[in-house]
């Protein structure tokens, strides 16, 4: 397996249109016990906020993940090639009822702030700066909440700060 380097945003070269939405990422974030869990998500994106290079991701109040990333500072988004079976499968199972990174068979490494995963090909190393729920009521677009919102379970807005970007060649 190939180690990661760091590169910085300036320097990253990657589309965050497919990668996020086309190819998906893992969300992983760990308790202060040390244990982990990590979802598929294909909302999100990376900017610019504040001043600061930021990743921003959205967590419905149902997942699992959402404790983790809840308890703690920082999280994860791993980006893979070809992994979408195993990516599939990370988001449609809950990690309330199945171990999903051992039955997966990733490898979740934890020398960084946010546990990640050996397999990815570029991992972002988030801090938390802000969180936020969904409001129904600003939405300008009331047909987005009708359509994605119809048991009103509102996505958690998270936007953190990117602290550090690791590729592999
Ligand atoms: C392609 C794909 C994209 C997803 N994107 C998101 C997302 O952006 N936000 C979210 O809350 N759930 C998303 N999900 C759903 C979660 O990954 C799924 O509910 C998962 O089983 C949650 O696992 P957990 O309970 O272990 O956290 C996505 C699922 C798939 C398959």
Redesign the pocket.
């Known amino acids: 397996m190939a180690a990661f380097k760091t590169t910085t945003p300036e320097e990253f070269i990657g589309n965050p249109f497919s990668m996020i939405g086309s190819d998906?990422m893992l969300v992983c974030a760990q308790k202060q016990d040390g244990s982990a869990?990590a979802?598929?998500?294909?909302?999100?994106g990376m900017g610019v906020m504040w001043g600061l290079n930021v990743a921003y991701?959205?967590?419905?109040p149902?997942?699992?993940?959402?404790e983790f990333v809840d308890a703690s500072d920082n999280f994860s988004l791993s980006f893979f090639e070809g992994q979408k079976k195993v990516?599939?499968y990370?988001?449609?199972?809950?990690?309330?009822d199945e171990d999903?990174i051992k039955k997966s068979a990733l490898t979740v490494l934890h020398n960084e702030k946010a546990p990640y995963f050996e397999q990815a090909q570029v991992v972002l190393q988030c801090k938390k700066l802000y969180a936020q729920e969904l409001l129904p009521g600003c939405f300008i677009a009331k047909e987005l909440d009708d359509k994605w919102y119809p048991i009103r379970d509102y996505?958690t807005l998270y936007i953190a700060q990117i602290e550090k970007i690791l590729v592999k060649d």
């Not at 979802?39 to 999100?44: H, L, N, V």
């Open positions: 998906w869990n979802m598929t998500a294909a909302w999100g991701v959205v967590i419905r149902t997942r699992f993940t959402k990516l599939n990370m988001g449609t199972v809950s990690g309330r999903k996505h």
